[in-house]
C-alpha cells in the first residue's frame, strides 16, 4: 500500500530514482522512438540523481505515438483535453499501468476523504463515459474519482445545461450528510455556478467536499485566482471544502493534491523539478520555472519524465504547515507554445 506524504525529500529521492532509472531502461528497450531521442540527445539511461532522470517534453504525445507495450496489450487509449482540430495527446495503458495508477490515485486522496464513499455529484455529463476503450481527459478523471463516491448523480444533461430538478432531488434526498464533488474548474465555474446565477437558483450544497482541476487558463481570462473562486462557490453555492488538484493524462494517477494550507504536494511516488524555460537548468526553492514531472507508474509508454508545458514555485520541502513530507508548490500559468515547440522539435528530430 502506497502512503503518500510520510516520506522525507531525501528519502523519497532515493527510492523514487532506483524506480525510475528502471523505468528508464525498460523505455530504452521497448520503445524505439524513446532510444532514439536519447541517444540524440544525449541523456543519460543510468541517473545519479532525480535531477538527471531523462526526460521528454509532454507536447510529444500530440506529435507521436509513443508506447513500449505491444499493440494487443494496450486496453484502453487516453486522450488530452483539445478543442476541435487541435491535436491532443494519447496514451496507451495496459492492465498493469492502469491498475498501478487507479491504485495510487485512491491513496493520495485518501488523506482528505478517509476510507468511507460518500453520496457523489459529479458536476458534469455522462455522456463523457460512453466509449470505455478511449477516454478523454475528462472521462478518466470522472472514471477515477467516481470510485470515491456511492449513488451518483451527474450534474449537466447531455447538452450541458444544468439538471436543476434532480439536482435539488439529490440535495434534498441526502440533506445533513456529507456529500463528495468532483469536476473540471472552468466547466464548473461556466456551466454550474453561472447558469445559478443566471437563473436565480438557490442551490445549497451543505455539508460538502469538492475535488476539482484543470481550465485555470480560462479563469485567469475572467480574473478568477484559487481563492476567488473558493470563496465564491462557498458564499453562493455553500461548497464548504475545496480541494484542487494538478495533473495531465500524460500521467494519469500522478496527481498533485490541494492540502489544508492551499500548497499542491509531491505524493512519495511522484515528484517535481523546477527548471529555468531557456536553459532548462535546475532551479532553487522559490523561484519561478518550466514544471517537469516525474512518477514511478508509466510503465507501458514513457512517461515516467516529462517537461511539461506549466510554469511553478516550489514553496518548500518537508516542512508545510499541514503535516505532509516532501515538496510543496503552486502551479502559475503556461509557457508561450512557440518555445516549447520547439523543443520538441529538438526531440523528435532524432528519429
Same mark, same amino acid.
Given at each position: 500500500m502506497i502512503v503518500p506524504y510520510h516520506l522525507k525529500q531525501a528519502e523519497k529521492e532515493q527510492q523514487l530514482l532506483e524506480k525510475l532509472n528502471t523505468l528508464t531502461k525498460l523505455h530504452v528497450e521497448n520503445c524505439k522512438e524513446y532510444k532514439a531521442m536519447l541517444k540524440k540527445s544525449n541523456? +543519460?539511461?543510468e541517473a545519479n540523481s532525480i535531477k538527471e532522470v531523462p526526460y521528454i517534453p509532454i507536447q510529444l504525445f500530440k506529435l507521436m505515438d509513443l508506447k513500449s507495450i505491444s499493440q494487443e496489450n494496450v486496453i484502453k487509449i487516453l486522450t488530452s483535453s483539445g478543442t476541435t482540430g487541435q491535436?491532443?495527446?494519447?496514451?496507451? +495503458?495496459?492492465?498493469?499501468?492502469?491498475?498501478?495508477?487507479r491504485r495510487a490515485l485512491v491513496e493520495v486522496v485518501k488523506p482528505i476523504l478517509g476510507g468511507k464513499r460518500l453520496p457523489m455529484i459529479i458536476l458534469d455529463t455522462k455522456s463523457v463515459l460512453k466509449n470505455r476503450k478511449s477516454?478523454?481527459?475528462?472521462?478518466a478523471g470522472i472514471l477515477g474519482f467516481s470510485n470515491f463516491g456511492c449513488k451518483h448523480f451527474y450534474a449537466l444533461n447531455d447538452d450541458m445545461s444544468l439538471d436543476v430538478e434532480g439536482l435539488q432531488a439529490f440535495l434534498k434526498k441526502y440533506k445533513g450528510q456529507r456529500i463528495l464533488l468532483f469536476g473540471f474548474t472552468f466547466m464548473?465555474?461556466?456551466?454550474i455556478y453561472k447558469e445559478a446565477c443566471h437563473k436565480r437558483l438557490e442551490l445549497d450544497f451543505g455539508d460538502s467536499l469538492l475535488i476539482?482541476?484543470?481550465?485555470?487558463k480560462k479563469l485567469e481570462d475572467e480574473a478568477v485566482d484559487s481563492l476567488t473562486f473558493n470563496r465564491i462557490l462557498k458564499e453562493q453555492l455553500g461548497i464548504q471544502e475545496v480541494h484542487n488538484y494538478y495533473g495531465m493524462v500524460e500521467q494519469i494517477g500522478s496527481i498533485f493534491v490541494e492540502c489544508s494550507e492551499g500548497h499542491l504536494?509531491?505524493?512519495s511516488y511522484a515528484d517535481i523539478i523546477i527548471r529555468n524555460p531557456i536553459t532548462f537548468e535546475l532551479l532553487p526553492v522559490g523561484q519561478q520555472g518550466l514544471i517537469q514531472?516525474?512518477?514511478? +507508474?508509466?510503465k507501458s509508454y514513457p512517461g515516467h519524465s516529462l517537461l511539461t508545458e506549466d510554469l511553478g514555485i516550489v514553496h518548500g520541502i518537508d516542512d508545510c504547515n499541514c503535516g505532509w513530507k516532501g515538496k510543496y508548490f503552486s502551479v502559475v500559468g503556461r509557457i508561450p507554445k512557440a518555445e516549447l515547440r520547439g523543443c520538441s522539435d529538438t526531440f523528435q528530430g532524432g528519429i
Open positions: 541523456m +543519460l539511461i491535436q491532443v495527446s494519447k496514451i496507451y +495503458l495496459d492492465k498493469e499501468t492502469s491498475i498501478a495508477q477516454f478523454s481527459a475528462r472521462g464548473i465555474w461556466q456551466y476539482h482541476g484543470g481550465g485555470w504536494h509531491t505524493p514531472v516525474v512518477s514511478e +507508474l508509466p
